[in-house]
Every structure is written in structure tokens, then in C-alpha cells.
């Protein structure tokens, strides 16, 4: 029987609202009753539960922090990142679903697009009932962006757009996609594309072993014709695509927590329970000093997000100190995940147990959203004031 107790040595709790707690035990619960039970075969089968989107929507996961008005729910910061913190608990494949959804759908069309598109797709995007996909990524340029090769070219009522994005998450399923290309003056330009549109085509990407509970694929652009008032009027340049980024990076800071959380409590329980050599191997100062890391790990990970949520909060964050959150905190998660399979032993190779699923996840987690490399050349860069990208 699956039973969930999260960590919370330094009582952060304390520093949660009501309705934070409110808000967490509410996704908790949803987590636990309909992510729980199908995730494992769903990654085993390598399929993404459809049906979830839905219900993600009806629980509140999509556009949190977007306003009443738009469909959101107008909470705040914290708020958003308990939510990914439990998703992530389930999977990091539903977590990925409601970050695309809300940072990289939603918000770059309430931030970036007219009043007719956020009237159009903001609403039925919070409840679930269509798919958003964000195409930045292309086969030849992942951490590089500003190089894409992606096109847009001006025929007077329309662009016709023409070019490739990979690894983009829930392509093949998605209703609109947020797609970043470059005009005839080379400017980056955000824009909307719909699901049918002549010339756009959406494979998908087979036989991962990671995030195997959601959908990647491609985006394929042969001269489709973007109407214009599918362009997003409100941002042009690099920093469009950077900025949906940000607000998606601050979730994984949060959510890597969960799949941490869910890693530690798992090993704690199993090794009070476990016995050899006739005592529980908790027993073992070997096994304590794991459990003892790893609580201090997920601790500082605790720390930083609550922190970070603050400092969103009153708009006081940067993007880099969003990047050392992310990256310290998926590392973390990574290595919590596996110190917690050493403690299970073959056990922890088997679905039996959620612990290899989340080692597995956070492979692509890790990449993701700026690799674990590319975060740190953001922190040495914020230091130094000198770019090692080039
Ligand atoms: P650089 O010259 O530094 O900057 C170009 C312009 O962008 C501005 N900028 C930012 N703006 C907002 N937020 C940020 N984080 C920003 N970083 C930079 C910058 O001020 C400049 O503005 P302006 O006005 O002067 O033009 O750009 P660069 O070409 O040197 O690249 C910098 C670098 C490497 C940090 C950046 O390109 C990067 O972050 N690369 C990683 C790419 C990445 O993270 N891709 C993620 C794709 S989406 C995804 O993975 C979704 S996973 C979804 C899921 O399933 O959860
Ligand atoms: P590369 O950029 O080729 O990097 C390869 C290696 O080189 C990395 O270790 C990297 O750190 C290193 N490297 C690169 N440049 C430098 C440098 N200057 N200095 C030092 N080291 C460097 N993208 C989207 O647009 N939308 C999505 O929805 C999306 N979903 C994804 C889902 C999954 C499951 C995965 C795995 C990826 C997804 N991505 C998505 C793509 C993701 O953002 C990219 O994989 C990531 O940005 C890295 O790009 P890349 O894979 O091309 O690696």
C-alpha cells in the first residue's frame, strides 16, 4: 500500500499560507488517487494518460498563477510551485505537462499575445480541453536557440513558415503550438499555430527510456501559412523564448522536490521494513549516512525554492538565480533518487517501487529547459560578468 509522508526537517510548512496547505493537500489527493495508480504501467507501455490532461485541468495545474479573468486562478508564485512539487511526486511526465501548459503555452500568450487570443485560448488551455506544445528547440541548435534556422517570411495577410523543431513535448497530441522563428531581418518572432494547418506535420519521437509517461515528437513547417493574427505582437527577440523559460524553470526547481521527496520517503520506509543479518538495515550506519544526506539535500532544495518563490513573488527574481535553483535541485533529486536505489536493492530496479522511474525521468530533466552545464555558464556568467558560452 502506497503511503506518502514528505519530509520537512526545518518546518517549512510554518512558512506556508492556509491556502498553500489548501492548495497542496487538494493536489495531493488528486495525485494520489488518479496518477498513482496508472503511472507505472503507463511509463512501463510508454504512453502518456490522456484522460489526466482533463482532469489536470478541473484540479486547477493549468495557468495557476494567469488571472480569474482568463481562466487561471489568479494564485500566486508559492502557490504554482507546490503544485508542481506534488505533480512531480507522481511523475515528472504530469508535471511536464502542466509546466508546457502553463509557462510555455499560456504564458507567453497572456504575456505576449492580443486580447482576441487570450480570449480565444487562454480559457479552454486552463481547463484542458486543448493541448499546448512550445517549439524552440530544432535538430541542429538545443542549447544554442539564437542560431535556429527556423523561418518566417512576410506575404502580405499572412507568413509562411518553414522549418523543424525536435524533442518538443506533447507535439503529437497538442491543439496549438507556441513556435519561435526567425523573420527576414533575423528577428526571433513567437507564434501560434493550429493543429491542421496545410504543411504542418507533428512525428513522433519513439523507444526513449526516459519521461516515458509523456509524448515528444517534431514540429514540421512546410510553407504553412500562419494568418497574421497568429503572430505574438508583444515580444520579438531571444528574450521572448527566454522569458517562458524563466516561469517554466522556477516550476522544475519546485517540482524536482517531489520526485526527491517521493525517492527518500520510499528508501526510509523500505529500510525500517527490510531486515538482513537480523536487523532492519536503517539499522546500518552505511544506510543512515544515505538517509541522512539525503535529507539534508532535499532540505537545502526546500530552502531555495521556498526562497526563490519568495522573491518571484515580489518580482524581485532573476533569471539566473531561477537557473542555480533549477539545476541544483534536479541534481539533487537525481542523486537522491539514486542513493535511494542502493537502499532498495534489486527492488529498486523494479516498478514495484516509483524509484527508478524517477531516476530515469530526471535524465531528461537535467536537460531539459538548459542542461545542467549550460545553468552553471549562466551562474559563471551572472558572477563574472564574462560569457563562456561562445
Ligand atoms: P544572450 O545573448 O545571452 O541573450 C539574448 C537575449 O535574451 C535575453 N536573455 C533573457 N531574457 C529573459 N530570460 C532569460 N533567461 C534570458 N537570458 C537571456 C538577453 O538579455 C538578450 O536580450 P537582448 O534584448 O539584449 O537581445 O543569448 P545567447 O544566444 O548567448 O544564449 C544564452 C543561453 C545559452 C543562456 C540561452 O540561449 C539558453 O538558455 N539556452 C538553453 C536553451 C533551453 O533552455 N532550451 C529549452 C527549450 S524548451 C524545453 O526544454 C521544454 S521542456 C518542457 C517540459 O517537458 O517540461
Ligand atoms: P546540445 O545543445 O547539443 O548539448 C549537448 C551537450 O553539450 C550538453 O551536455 C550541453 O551542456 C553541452 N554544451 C552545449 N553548449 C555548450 C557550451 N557553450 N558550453 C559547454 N557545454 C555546452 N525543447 C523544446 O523546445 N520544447 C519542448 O517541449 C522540449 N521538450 C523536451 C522533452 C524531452 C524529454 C527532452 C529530452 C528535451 C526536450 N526539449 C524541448 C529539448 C531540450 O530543451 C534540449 O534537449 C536541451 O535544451 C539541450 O539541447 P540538445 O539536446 O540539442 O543538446
Redesign the pocket.
Known sequence: MYSYTPPDYFFIDDLLTAEHKIIRSSIRDWVNKSVIPVIEEAAQKHHFPIGLFRELGEIGAFGPFIPVEYGGAGLDYISYGVIMTELERGDSAIRSAAS?QTSLVMFPIFEYGTEAQKKKYLPSLAKGEIIG?????EPNH???PGSMETRITDQGNHVLLNGS?M???NSSIADIAIVWAKDEKNIVRGLIAEKGMPGFTTPETHG?W??RA?I?GELVFDNVKIPKENLLPGISGLKGPLSCLNSARYGIAWGALGAAMDCYNTALKYSLERKQFNKPIASFQLTQKKLAEMLTEITKGQLIAFRLGELKNQGKVSAAQISMAKRNNVEMASNVARQSRQILGAMGITGDFPVMRHIMNLE?VI????????HL?ITGNDITGISA?E
Open positions: 508546457v506544445c512550445f517549439g524552440l528547440t538545443g542549447s544554442d523543431k524533442w518538443i513535448t526513449k526516459s519521461l509523456s515528444t531528461s536537460t531539459y529547459e538548459g542542461t545542467h552545464d549550460i555558464l558560452f
